[in-house]
């Protein structure tokens, strides 16, 4: 049972465009979300991250919107840049957990020159 | 700061070997270690967790004497996939502490 599901497995946008990825969680008791951004061959890296007692949180070109009566997130890149190309994993993770995450499939983003 | 390696990058070895997986922390101490799992086009999937100087514990449908984890510094974590099956055959990466800094990761393959 996916928990935190990205129905899109790949999204391309043109530069300067904005780029808006989805995640949907069915666990109400997720109560903190996470994007990450993974290079091939490379590690997940931390992108923005957004409490439940939140529906925006803005850093730079990202921001993420959280709707928690629809269980539903977005991660909105913009201006999208092609060094922004990757892979993008929603993650969650309920409290009193440990800090234990619960991942998307992720999205691939291609940002076109 | 707060970079997580892991040794091999990529490692092959033949059915019924095992092979140990190395997670280090080059510049911070690492309490807790993450160790996920990602087949091709899926999400990773958490293994285990381990504490420092403590016995990991696994995720539900995690066979504990297949995957060895020790943690037994501050700064070093290992996974030893023991009896490997070609099923095995996968993505591993390993994150540290509640920030969740990721190592790079180790493409497994076996034959």
């Known amino acids: 049972d996916q928990q935190v599901k990205q129905n899109s497995p790949s999204l391309s946008v043109q530069e300067g465009r904005i780029s808006i990825l989805n995640c949907d969680y069915t666990?109400?008791?997720?109560?903190?979300f996470l994007w990450y951004k993974k290079y091939p061959a490379e590690g997940p890296t931390f992108l923005i991250s957004?409490?439940?007692?939140?529906d925006k949180n803005e850093d730079g070109r990202f921001t993420v919107f959280l709707n928690k009566s629809a269980k539903h997130l977005s991660l909105h890149i913009v201006p999208s840049q092609p060094g922004d190309s990757a892979v993008y994993f929603c993650a969650a993770r309920p409290p009193g957990s440990n800090y234990k995450l619960t991942f998307g499939k992720g999205t691939l983003l291609t940002v076109n020159p | 700061g707060a970079v997580v390696s892991q040794h091999p990058s990529w490692v092959i070895c033949k059915s019924g070997t095992s092979v140990k997986i190395e997670c280090r922390s080059l510049?911070?101490?690492?309490?807790?270690m993450f160790w996920y799992r990602q087949f091709p086009k899926q999400s990773l999937m958490l293994m285990a967790t381990s504490n420092e100087g403590s016995k990991a514990t696994y995720e539900q449908g995690v066979e504990k004497d297949k995957f060895l984890i020790n943690h037994a510094s501050l700064t070093l974590s290992t996974l030893t996939v023991t009896s490997a099956h070609p099923e095995d055959s996968s993505f591993y990466i390993c994150?540290?502490?509640?920030?969740?800094?990721f190592g790079p990761g180790t493409r497994l393959t076996v034959t």
């Open positions: 510049d911070f101490q690492a309490t807790t």
């Open positions: 957004i409490s439940s007692i939140k």
């Open positions: 666990n109400s008791m997720f109560d903190y």
């Open positions: 994150s540290a502490n509640q920030e969740q800094y």
